[in-house]
């Protein structure tokens, strides 16, 4: 059962290692992998964390406004925030978990690759 293990994981090892960028195996393939092992989640976290607020916020005040200030600020800024946390944070999730696999494979370990910047 282990042999069957460590050959399925050396086989998915080498698929994941020949679809890498010509960048990644001239730097060091190990770094790279393990960058956007390590960067993909915490990107994903941020990306939706940083868009559902951001669309929350942006969303609620124009609801807000589009419903005439006021008293339609009772409806609007819920409206508009359960609106932007979804739309955000799934726009944001799958922005920052491309750019966790994508800037992980050419800068591993970098804020830009996390989505910290």
């Known amino acids: 059962m282990r042999i069957r293990q ?3 994981a ?4 080498h698929v994941f290692t020949t679809m890498l960028p010509a960048k990644a195996v ?3 393939i190990i770094t790279s992998v393990l960058g956007t092992v390590v960067g993909t989640p915490i990107s994903t ?3 939706l ?3 559902s607020i951001s669309k ?3 969303y609620s005040n124009s ?3 589009g419903l005439g200030g006021g008293i339609g600020g009772v409806i609007g800024v ?5 609106t932007g946390i979804v739309t955000g944070g799934t726009t944001g999730t799958v922005k920052g978990l491309l750019n966790g696999i994508v800037v992980g494979i050419d800068e591993p370990f970098s804020s830009r690759s996390m989505s910290l910047d």
């Open 49 to 51: 964390l940083k868009g």
């Open 78 to 82: 819920p409206l508009g925030m359960i």
């Open 26 to 28: 001239e730097k060091n």
């Open 63 to 65: 609801f807000t406004d």
């Open 56 to 58: 929350g916020v942006e």
């Open 10 to 13: 050396l086989l998915i090892l």
């Open 45 to 47: 976290v941020s990306g």
């Open 6 to 8: 460590l050959l399925i």
